[in-house]
Every structure is written in C-alpha cells, then in structure tokens.
C-alpha cells in the first residue's frame, strides 16, 4: 500500500463552479498520475506528473489543469465544471529507479457529480 | 495513439475457468500488466509478464502471450465468487514510457 489519499471521496457540484480535487501520497513516489473512470471507457489518463512542476497532458486533458508544489501532493482543477465530468477520478503513483517495475498504486478514488 | 481493446462482460460458473481477452496495438510494450478493481476500490496490480516472454504462471492464474498477433489473456482456473472484479489489462510503454494507458476493463460475474 503506497499511502495514497484523495479528498474528497464523494462531492456533488453544480454546472459552472469550480472543483479541486487533492491526491496526496507518503511514499515518495515521483510519478503522479489523475485518471477518470467511465463505463465503457474504463480508466482514461487526464494529467501525470514526473516531478515537482513537471507535468504533462494525458488522453483527455480537456478542461482541466493540475499542480504539484510538493512531491506529496497532486491536484486536480476543474475550472468550470460541466456535466461530461461527472465521473470517477483516481490518482495514482509510481516509484522510480531501479525499484521501478511500472506498477502503479491506486488511490480508492473520488466520485464527482457535476448537476 | 495506444488501443487496448478488451471484451466488457464475462459470466462464468464457480470452478470453472475463467478467460479474459486483450489486444493492443503498440509492439513496442515492454511489461504488459493485469490489474483488479473490485466494487467500490481502486485498482491493484494482479500480475504482470516481461515482453520477451510466452507464459507466466502464478497460482490459479496464467497469462499468456503472443507477441506477434499483440494478443494478451489472463486465465483464473477454479473461479471463485472473490474473483468477481473488473480485470484491466495495460500494456506499459504504449502510451509513452511512464504513461500507462488500460483497456475498457472486463467485467467477471461469477454465479453459483
């Protein structure tokens, strides 16, 4: 178990407002990952994070934005939330270096309802 | 970019054995994973095999694959109801290295 919370578990918002959802790990993992999960779909990458102010776009990046100040510490911003992001989300992280066997570790993950 | 395709539903009688499929489009996959969600958690690595590999067994489960056709598949033999899950499989280096891109995700119901 990597140790990896994200909050808030469950949220309910309306259209228009914005959200930030936190992923926050105690393993020093310097990957860090935000995917969202659909049925159909299964788990699609958002945003991942290879360092400290180092991130990248994923497969459906559209609408959000993420920040990682601290190595701890992954968020997730939803600027104006619309319904199509009504999902899932789980964060996740992975080790580097020679440990490294591409296993990520899941967080239980935060269900948003956007009305 | 990645495709990973997986069938979404599979029903199968406890005992009996259990087969999941995945193809992948990206033969430059180095580790090709399965992983397991069961309701209401997140996802946890179930077991994995090295690309320059055929077979790899662990317990009840076997993976098998073809490198040539980029078919992947998990077998579970003696199924039983704490196998019911969804099974992901993730071929890593397909989306990029460190990016690890998954397929729908397969639906086991196990039934009496």
């Known amino acids: 178990d990597a140790g990896i919370t994200q909050s808030p578990r469950h949220k309910v918002t309306e259209t228009g407002t914005p959200v930030t959802l936190r992923c926050h790990q105690t393993?020093?993992?310097?990957?860090m990952y935000w995917y969202r999960q659909d049925p159909g779909h299964g788990l699609r990458l958002i945003h991942y994070?290879?360092?400290?102010?180092?991130?990248d776009k994923g497969e459906v990046s559209d609408g959000y934005s993420v920040s990682r100040s601290k190595t701890e510490d992954f968020l997730l911003t939803l600027e104006s939330a619309t319904s199509s992001q009504t999902s899932v989300y789980f964060c996740?992280?992975?080790?580097?270096?020679?440990?490294?066997?591409?296993?990520?570790?899941f967080g239980e993950g935060s269900r948003l309802t956007v009305l | 970019g990645e495709d990973v395709e997986q069938s979404l539903f599979l029903s199968v009688r406890e005992g009996d054995s259990s087969v999941i499929n995945c193809t992948y489009t990206?033969?430059?996959?180095?580790?090709l994973y399965w992983y397991k969600q069961e309701p209401g958690a997140g996802l946890q690595l179930l077991t994995y095999?090295?690309?320059?590999?055929d077979m790899k067994q662990d317990q009840r489960l076997t993976v098998l694959l073809n490198k040539k056709d980029k078919h992947l598949s998990l077998r579970i033999a003696d199924t039983q109801t704490g196998d019911s899950a969804i099974y992901f499989c993730?071929?890593?280096?397909?989306?990029?290295?460190?990016?690890?891109?998954f397929g729908a995700g397969t639906r086991l119901a196990v039934h009496p």
């Open positions: 996740a992280t992975k080790t580097s270096g020679g440990g490294d066997t591409g296993e990520l570790f």
């Open positions: 393993e020093n993992h310097r990957y």
């Open positions: 994070s290879y360092g400290v102010k180092d991130t």
């Open positions: 990206d033969s430059s996959s180095t580790y």
């Open positions: 095999i090295f690309s320059n590999m």
């Open positions: 993730a071929p890593w280096g397909a989306g990029g290295y460190n990016k690890l891109i």
